[in-house]
């Protein structure tokens, strides 16, 4: 079957890093997503990885293992408008999203 | 641009109702989505479609139609909503698929009682 595991919360303080785990298991791979959503809100996106390797943007950066069946997101210089829930999302050989059930990461002042 | 708009935002059914929801996009996007999101669950895909007049099942498709008479709608039909349909409802569009990122519209929160 298809599946995404993610950690359902994680605590960090403000102006920390944090690191949140993907493992996927998919029909075929044709690129793994990670989704913003603040509470009450739509999903918004962060990141696509098809290849292997790290792909940084701005305080954000995204990590991809194929033979793993593993990413990892990274958040640095955390900011309090960062407490959101992090979903991961694998697409399959249909090209269609299979999601994490999310990450809520909640920052300490 | 407005991006992707839904409506209604909230809306609450007594068992056995049908109602639509309503989703349009100004992107000119050929992809659009349909998902539901549970609490706890990740979202689910319940119909999409790859352009005016095609329509597919996603994951999740029974006790819901769908139609693409035009790029920009793309209506939601619940038939004898059912407690089971309470959720919040996403509707998403993106301009192709492999490696292009999905445009959520505001969500619909539903209530079956």
């Known amino acids: 079957g298809q599946n995404i595991d993610q950690p359902t919360e994680m605590t960090a303080t403000e102006g920390a890093i944090v690191q949140i785990n993907c493992t996927y298991q998919?029909?075929?791979?044709?690129?793994l997503f990670w989704y913003q959503q603040h509470a009450g809100e739509a999903p918004t996106f962060l990141s696509y990885n098809v290849l292997d390797g790290l792909e940084e943007k701005g305080r954000f950066s995204s990590f991809l293992s194929r033979s793993k069946g593993y990413s990892y997101l990274l958040l640095k210089e955390l900011q309090m408008k960062d407490s959101a829930s992090y979903l991961c999302?694998?697409?399959?050989?249909?090209?269609?999203?299979?999601w994490g059930a999310g990450t809520k990461l909640i920052i300490k002042p | 641009n407005a991006g992707v708009t839904q409506t209604p935002k909230f809306r609450i059914l007594k068992i056995g109702q049908s109602m639509t929801l309503q989703c349009a996009q100004d992107m000119n996007h050929n992809y659009m989505y349909w998902y539901r999101q549970d609490p706890g669950m990740g979202l689910k895909l319940i119909y999409y479609s790859v352009g005016a007049g095609i329509t597919d099942k996603g994951e999740v498709p029974n006790g819901y139609n769908v139609s693409r008479s035009t790029t920009e709608d793309f209506p939601l039909r619940l038939e004898l909503a059912a407690p089971s349909q309470t959720s919040v409802y996403f509707c998403a569009s993106s301009r192709g698929v492999e490696a292009y990122e999905q445009y959520f519209g505001p969500g619909t929160r539903l209530t079956v009682t």
């Open positions: 999302a694998g697409m399959d050989s249909n090209y269609q999203l299979i």
């Open positions: 998919t029909s075929g791979f044709n690129g």
